[in-house]
């Protein structure tokens, strides 16, 4: 009797008391499985409170149709909670971070999961050499991306979801488009789409209403009022590039048309991080050079278009040249004040021997298969974010589109309307088998977000 009442016992304290923490054998298990799995080297460790946190990379061919042309070790990060917990695959479409630590995506603090975050092919350390860049392509990233989650599967039997956001975004779509039986959802956040490159209507039609009227004629009255001081201006970036080393002959050619390149992109870059709270701060016409100077600097940044601001972003331009597109707005405001025909266009800024022509076929190909084949997709768009103008259209098969009231590229579940955030979220859940009553208590102290973003202020 004594025993069946001990045994009751236990069994109930282990039902009400929490488990207690993983022992130094589990904790050496999963490391030794993750050196077993080939290919894949663990850098580093660290424990956050919860969690374990791993710095790894992982020897990829530098072509999956060509494997015997060559290898690199393409970076990658694993937040570890559980084995059985679901994993979100975070694919920021750049690179990571130069010294990786521990944070977590919307996606991944709503569901309670385990985290692998993926640094794009050529983006930093991750970039074969010699570089053939027409290994850069969308499908070479997905086929990356796909023998890291089979790899990695073989240690986790949860649920997967992708997500990442702007060129993130873009490349969980087209993993997704690829590899359709990798992962059980994708969250999608302010992912562009340029199905037909110069049909970019949208993008006019955007700034026309964005915001109000009052700032969005402030903008352009801005943007004027620096190419009429263009000499002065000039003047102005070239003893800030002096100072600070900057230099153009590798990418934009000179300082003026680095100059003309970050004007075109302000009224751009005030409503890609900025909003209506700050039309306030836009100068007027009576601010001094300096004051013009600095504020363009301080929302586009004149550091971004040089050859060191480029350096870092090089992939991208190459990618936007060749797969993904761009957006090629008219200007009509500035006609008369502008200098460089067909600047705004990545060949502008990449070096001569990357400069490339457009491939329109797999923008076409990837807009087509979500809008009639895909399934379990959730986008998420800012209303006021001018990379949100041209989105993805999904299907109707369990997939769903959201637009945050008022926000920029910033955008989230978090900043939806209450029914709409409720809903995201109950599908995030299904997705990845999570009840909400089940999650486990958070962490303490909580990680910090993932934004998922580039800062073009910070590249490097």
Known sequence: MRSRFLAALTALLALVLPAPPATAAVQADLLERLKAIPGLTVVSETQPSGYRFFVLSYTQPADHRNPGKGTFQQRLTLLHRSEQAPVVLATSGYGLPANPAASRTEPTRLIDGNQVSVEHRFFRSS???????????????????????????????????????????MTSVYHRRFYPGDVDGVVAYVAPNDPVNPLDHAYDRFFARVGTEACRTA???????????????????????????????????????????????????????????????????????????????????????????????????????????????????????????????????????????????????????????????????????????????????????????????????????EAERAAATATLLRWADVSPARRAPEAAPPLPDDPMLPDRHRSS
Not at 138 to 150: F, G, M, P, Y
């Open 127 to 169: 970039r074969p050499s010699p570089a053939d860049w027409d290994d850069l392509t969308i499908w070479q990233e997905a086929t990356d991306e796909h023998r890291i989650v089979r790899a990695l599967k073989t240690i986790y039997s949860g649920k997967w979801i992708q997500t990442g956001g702007s060129k993130g975004g």
């Open 219 to 417: 903008l352009e009255n801005v943007q004027r009022e620096a190419l009429e001081r263009r000499e002065r201006m000039v003047a102005l970036l070239e003893a800030d590039a002096a100072r600070n080393g900057y230099t153009f002959a590798r990418t934009l050619g000179s300082a003026d048309r680095s100059f003309e390149m970050t004007v075109l992109d302000t009224a751009w870059a005030f409503w890609q991080y900025l909003s209506v709270a700050d039309c306030p701060s836009v100068p007027s016409a009576s601010a001094t050079d300096e004051e013009l100077y600095a504020w363009i600097d301080n929302v586009a940044s004149f550091a971004f278009y040089t050859d060191q601001g480029m350096e870092y972003y090089t992939p991208y331009y190459y990618q936007a040249a060749t797969q993904l597109g761009w957006p090629d707005l008219a200007f009509r405001h500035l006609r008369g004040l502008t200098r460089h025909r067909g600047l705004y266009q990545p060949n502008a800024v990449l070096p001569a021997e990357l400069r490339s022509r457009h491939d329109p076929w797999p923008m076409l190909d990837v807009d087509h298969w979500v809008r009639t084949r895909s399934e379990r997709m959730l986008f998420v768009y800012g209303e006021n974010d001018p990379w949100s103008a041209e989105r993805f259209t999904p299907s109707g098969r369990d997939s769903y589109l959201y637009v945050a009231p008022g926000a920029n590229h910033g955008a989230s579940i978090a900043l939806l309307p």
